[in-house]
């Protein structure tokens, strides 16, 4: 018997966030995991455009949730510590790193993109889209990042997309019962021990300013401590980070 959800696999679709985001509003709860060889509509975070060709992952786990949007959120920190483990499985323990709040970072260079949208049910309780894409194959060029494939360091193929899954949907079902039964705090620590950039200067790209600061760590609910140059302590909770990055 499986650790995780059942996973319904499609040649091609629009975007498996949408998909699920269909089903959730026609009534339908999962949990289950959606995928695609290739998607032609994909999004990331703050309405980027995701590619995905034919060789890469793209997953949404469709699911629902009693908590507080505020802490169902904390679901994207349980993503990227499952696709850094799928990263360490297939290249090397190490070879993943973790930048705040989600960026998998594979020897330096982004090769997964997160992005969780949920929305409410009739019955109050709140849906769940954890739309997880991952470079196994090819890497996109002209990026705002440097961006890596996994095909890059390994001296075989990658693993198919749908091996990939099996992976990734196990790890995460793994964090999310540690998540469900002891709260953030087991989350924190795993993410902190792969974290990217701590104790580093940074610059943190807010919808309203730009903030310039140290890194200090991560707080009990997810936020990022930054130190300001004046010595203030500011806390970020959304946005975007860069350490030393174009």
């Known amino acids: 018997m499986s650790e995780h959800p059942p996973i319904e696999a499609?040649?091609?679709?629009?975007?498996?966030?949408?998909?699920?985001?269909?089903?959730?509003?026609?009534?339908?709860?999962g949990p289950v995991w959606i995928t695609a060889g290739r998607q032609t509509a994909g999004r990331g975070r703050r309405g980027r455009a995701w590619s995905t060709e034919t060789g890469n992952l793209a997953a949404t786990l469709l699911t629902t949730t009693d908590v507080p949007a505020a802490?169902?959120?904390?679901?994207?920190?349980?993503?990227?510590?499952?696709?850094c483990d799928l990263a360490d499985t297939?290249?090397?323990e190490g070879a993943a790193r973790l930048k705040w709040p989600n960026d998998v970072l594979v020897f330096g260079r982004k090769a997964v993109g997160i992005l969780v949208e949920s929305g409410m049910r009739p019955d109050g309780r709140l849906w769940l889209g954890v739309g997880i894409g991952v470079n196994l194959a090819h890497a996109p060029e002209g990026v705002e990042r440097p961006a890596t494939s996994f095909a890059e360091h390994m001296a075989g193929p990658p693993?198919?997309?749908?091996?990939?899954?099996?992976?990734?949907a196990t790890r995460f079902e793994s964090w999310r019962k540690l998540w469900a039964t002891q709260g953030f705090s087991p989350i924190a620590e795993g993410w902190t021990a792969r974290a990217h950039g701590l104790?580093?200067?940074?610059?943190?790209?807010?919808?309203?300013?730009?903030l310039s600061g140290i890194a200090e760590g991560m707080d009990p609910d997810g936020a990022l401590r930054l130190r300001l140059d004046d010595g203030a302590l500011e806390r970020i909770t959304a946005g975007d980070v860069f350490f030393g990055e174009a």
Do not use: Y
Not at 159 to 168: C, I
Not at 199 to 210: D, H, I, K, S, V
């Open 159 to 168: 693993p198919k997309p749908l091996d990939a899954l099996e992976v990734l």
């Open 71 to 83: 802490e169902a959120a904390q679901l994207s920190f349980v993503a990227a510590l499952a696709a």
């Open 90 to 92: 297939c290249l090397g």
């Open 10 to 29: 499609h040649a091609e679709i629009d975007s498996t966030n949408a998909e699920a985001r269909r089903r959730a509003e026609a009534g339908l709860a």
């Open 199 to 210: 104790g580093e200067r940074c610059e943190a790209r807010l919808p309203n300013r730009t």
